[in-house]
Structures are given as C-alpha cells and as structure tokens.
C-alpha cells in the first residue's frame, strides 16, 4: 500500500480521513504536515488579503478564500553568506521540535532556522561552504520540510554529496539511501504522541519527553566520536521505554563505515 501524499510504500501504519479526498491511507506524519501546511496556507492568505496589493480578497464574512496570485517572495538576490564555522545546522523553526537543538547546542556552528533565513539564503550555496550538515525536524521519505514546503529535498542532494551528514526526521532513512548519502540518520522517528498512536507504540507523553531528550542529548555528546553510532545507542537505551526501542533500532550510521 503506498501513501497517497508521498507515493512511498506504507510498511507501519496509517491514517486518513477516509474522504475521498486524495489523503486517506497515507504515513501519520505526511498526513499531519499536510493538514498544518493547509492551515498555514489559509492563514497566510488572509493575512495577504489584508497586507498586500496583490490578488483577489477573501470573503471574510463566510470564511471562504478566493482565487489568489501570490506575491513571489523570493525576488530580490540572496545575500552572500559569511560561514562561522564547519558545521550547518539546518532546524526548520517547530517548538515541536525544540528538544533537537540539544545535538547542537555545545559545538560551535551555523544555524539557519527562521522563515526569514530560508528567504535571505539560497542553501545550494550555503551547503557547498561546509564540512558538516545537519538537518533536523519534521519530513518524509522526499525531505525535510521547512519553509513553507521543503527545506531539503532532492534538489539540494548533489550539494549534501561527501558531506558529513546528520538527518534526523521521519524517514529520512529512505531519503538518504535512495541518494546514496552518507551519515547518521534516522528511520520513523517517533516524538509526539499521535505518531506513538499511529504506529502503536504503547506509552505516556512522558515517555515520550523523556525519549526526545535522552536521544537528542546522546547524539550531541557523541557528533564527533568515530564510533558515535555505537555510544548513541548505549546512551539511548532505556529499558521499558518503547518509543525509545521503537527509534533505537532504525538508526543508522554509514559515514565512517
């Protein structure tokens, strides 16, 4: 059975309103973002009718959005930007993610993560200058999203080429192996509850909590350990915390192997 949003096999579980609607039997997690990215986009184009000069205007009084043409954002020349260091960290803004920041917290590196950094850079650009890149968050078998749609995708895959890569979102196994990348990743990676549901992971929010950060913190203690793969998991082992053993087994390392 394959994802009606992604077109990627489903090997777990599923969810779908069961509508018709095109999104019905699809991964939990490319289901979700697809909901926030249709609520966002509604949001942003009232916002826009309000804003801005152009397009049509939304029927405020029903709620219903008419035809627009949006504005291209992405108009003026990207700035040149100045590495501080050898490391790129890709975090899409989420405070459903925030536990990530802890992989990096304590190395000195770059950070683009704000809406307005994906605007002001061009990451084909940006990539090439570094050794090392990490991208963190929410994605799918096709990428990591972020701005708006995706952040890293197949695009970007002959920039991430020889880098030193850490890629961490839901399926990012499948993204890396199709490119034939190389670095520490994860498969399904669960950290929120309607993921633990969706793939029937027996739990409490806390233990969720407690697996996000546990696992966020032995990675960032370990980014630079030739055998990092190896001391994660030791650090990342928490008996009777299924979410954790559901995550532990789908990590992966291929760059020093």
């Given at each position: ?6 077109g990627f ?26 909901k926030?990215?249709?609520l966002e986009k509604?949001?942003n ?28 954002f992405?108009?003026?020349?990207h ?14 803004y989420?405070?459903?993610t925030?536990?990530?920041?802890h ?8 950070v683009?993560?704000?809406k307005?950094?994906?605007l ?19 994605g ?8 708006n749609?995706?952040a ?18 839901c399926?990012a ?12 990743y994860?498969?399904?990676f ?19 909590e407690?697996?996000n ?18 001391l994660?998991?030791d ?12 995550n ?6 291929t760059?020093?192997?």
């Amino acid at each position: 059975m394959k994802c009606n949003i992604c077109g990627f096999d489903i090997t777990g579980s599923f969810v779908g309103n069961g509508d018709g609607s095109g999104q019905e039997f699809a991964h939990p997690e490319c289901y979700w973002e697809t909901k926030y990215k249709e609520l966002e986009k509604q949001h942003n184009a009232l916002l826009l009718a309000v804003n801005s000069d152009y397009g049509a205007r939304s029927d405020w009084a029903t709620g219903v959005q008419m035809e627009y043409e949006f504005p291209v954002f992405d108009i003026y020349p990207h700035e040149k930007y100045e590495p501080k260091s050898d490391t790129l960290v890709i975090h899409p803004y989420d405070p459903s993610t925030d536990f990530l920041y802890h992989i990096y917290e304590n190395i000195g590196c770059d950070v683009i993560s704000k809406k307005e950094d994906f605007l002001m850079y061009d990451l084909k650009e940006v990539i090439p200058m570094f050794e090392r890149v990490i991208c963190l968050g929410h994605g799918c078998p096709d990428g990591l999203f972020g701005n708006n749609g995706f952040a890293i995708n197949k695009e970007h895959v002959e920039f991430l080429r020889g880098k030193d890569l850490i890629c961490i979102w839901c399926h990012a196994d499948e993204f890396m192996e199709r490119h034939n990348l190389y670095g520490f990743y994860s498969g399904m990676f669960i950290s929120e509850m309607q993921e633990a549901w969706a793939y029937n992971i027996k739990c409490s929010k806390g233990d969720i909590e407690i697996s996000n950060h546990t696992f966020a913190i032995a990675l960032g203690n370990h980014l630079n350990s030739s055998n990092r793969l190896d001391l994660v998991l030791d650090e990342y082992n928490l008996p009777g915390n299924e979410v954790a053993e559901y995550n532990r087994v789908l990590l992966r390392d291929t760059y020093r192997i």
